[in-house]
């Protein structure tokens, strides 16, 4: 089954969101693997956003995912990079879908609330970024036969 991280960032952990956004993915069906409250060091911040070394916005990031708390996770679905991503809504919160989290709760690109990964490829690098292996739990969810099909 495919796995993807997500990342609540510093704003949604300040502004008490992390319950709300947990919701949306356990209401969407989506498994909970992995789960850790934690502070990043530059280092782990520079791995994560090694991908826009360079760019205009780059400093602002790091000082921003490194300025306090996140909460980092890793959620198991079917297509779940793809629904994650939906669900978080698009990158700047002024072209993010109603109902989204970035349409929802934020305004501004530099203050976006969350990650999430973009490709199967880039999901499976990041959670060995951020997890050991021995941090990924394997667990039987009761009501998988009303979640997926075919169960
Ligand atoms: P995403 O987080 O949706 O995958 P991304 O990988 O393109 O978006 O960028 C990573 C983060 O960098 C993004 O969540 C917020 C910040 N960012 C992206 N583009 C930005 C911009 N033009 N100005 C300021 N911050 C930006
Ligand atoms: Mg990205």
């Given at each position: 089954m495919e796995r993807t991280l997500v990342l609540?960032?510093?704003?949604?952990?300040?502004?008490?969101?992390?319950?709300?956004?947990?919701?949306?993915?356990?209401?969407?069906?989506?498994?909970?693997?992995?789960?850790?409250?934690?502070?990043?060091?530059?280092?782990?911040?520079?791995?994560?956003y090694a991908v826009h070394q360079?760019?205009?916005?780059?400093?602002?990031?790091?000082?921003?995912?490194t300025s306090s708390p996140v909460v980092a996770m890793v959620?198991?679905?079917?297509d779940v990079v793809a629904l994650v991503r939906a669900t978080m809504g698009a990158t700047h919160p002024r072209d993010a879908s109603p109902?989204?989290?970035?349409?929802d709760y934020a305004l501004q690109v530099g203050r976006n609330l969350t990650h999430a990964s973009d490709e199967t490829?880039?999901?499976?690098?990041?959670?060995?970024?951020?997890?050991s292996e021995d941090e990924l739990v394997d667990w039987d969810r009761a009501n998988d036969a009303w979640i997926y099909e075919g169960e």
């Open positions: 609540l960032k510093p704003d949604a952990v300040q502004r008490g969101l992390i319950g709300a956004i947990i919701t949306r993915l356990e209401n969407r069906g989506l498994k909970l693997i992995a789960i850790k409250f934690t502070s990043l060091d530059r280092s782990l911040a520079e791995q994560h360079g760019k205009a916005f780059y400093d602002g990031l790091i000082a921003y995912i959620w198991e679905g079917p109902g989204s989290v970035r349409h490829q880039t999901a499976a690098v990041e959670i060995k970024l951020w997890f």
